[in-house]
């Protein structure tokens, strides 16, 4: 049975317990080892000046695009601490988002998706728009502190004026079982090491150093993390066709098949 074809594998989430809940029972259900092991923490910008200035004048925006349900997630909750009429505001606002849980997060929130790309990337979200009204419009990008600069490039190369606001941080994490980890990839009892963004890859090769991947498949949830990796001089072996947990245990089953 299909169920069965990852059963006695080891697998590394790179993601928080909390938020590799969905993963991890896909996996765990296929009788496979889940090992978190998070490279990336989440905390407030240095400061919130931008975003507020950004949730006081949002009627002013015909957009807003999103490329990561954090982004979602720091600025919705934003709108609610400092003025909550807001997100009325922001419901009437056309919405574009990265990802199908970045979306996902969106209609959570009672907000409707104009647009989503097939693969998560801020490239394809680009090409996307052209079909849209972009020139002349004026669009909100919620970011974080270390965002890719491609998407509101290309906005403004099609005319759009764009505002980008950091309303989140990522930091490398403090493991509490970073020698444990080093230990498995050492004796090769790992057999996929699972990479969500370009930071959690970065953060990995900081923490613990990317030769020890060399014994072990690594899986990427997109494209742009694919690339980083690559950078990085790492070969990736799986690549998620969509960007879901789904998405990612079929492409691990695929590769393993």
Not at 23 to 44: H, M, Q
Not at 85 to 101: N, P, S, W, Y
Not at 106 to 132: D, M, Y
Request: aromatic residues 6%.
């Amino acid at each position: 049975m299909t169920i069965l074809i990852l059963s006695g594998k080891t697998i590394l989430i790179t993601r928080s317990k909390d938020s590799s809940a969905e993963l991890r029972s896909l996996l765990e259900s296929r009788k496979v080892s889940v090992i978190c092991f998070p490279t990336i923490e989440i905390k407030d910008p240095g400061s919130w000046d931008g975003c507020d200035k950004a949730i006081w004048k949002l009627a002013e925006y015909s957009s807003v695009c999103f490329t990561s349900k954090n982004a979602v997630i720091k600025f919705v909750e934003r709108i609610r601490v400092i003025r909550p009429q807001a997100v009325d505001t922001l419901a009437t606002r056309t919405i574009f988002a990265v990802g199908e849980k970045t979306k996902r997060s969106l209609e959570s929130c009672g907000f409707s998706v104009l647009a989503t790309p097939k693969h998560a990337s801020a490239e394809e979200l680009t090409t996307l728009l052209q079909e849209h009204q972009i020139k002349g419009a004026k669009i909100l990008f919620p970011k974080s502190s270390i965002a890719r600069e491609e998407l509101p490039k290309h906005l403004r190369s099609m005319g759009a004026e764009v505002d980008e606001i950091v309303v989140y941080q990522t930091i490398i994490p403090e493991p509490d079982n970073l020698e444990r980890i080093r230990q498995m990839f050492l004796e090769n009892t790992i057999d996929v090491a699972t990479f969500f963004s370009p930071s959690s890859i970065l953060n990995f090769t900081e923490m613990i150093g990317s030769e020890v991947l060399a014994h072990t498949a690594i899986a990427a949830i997109g494209s742009t993390t694919a690339e980083t990796a690559q950078q990085l001089g790492l070969t990736v072996a799986i690549l998620a066709q969509q960007a879901t947990a789904e998405g990612l245990v079929e492409a691990i089953e695929n590769y393993v098949q």
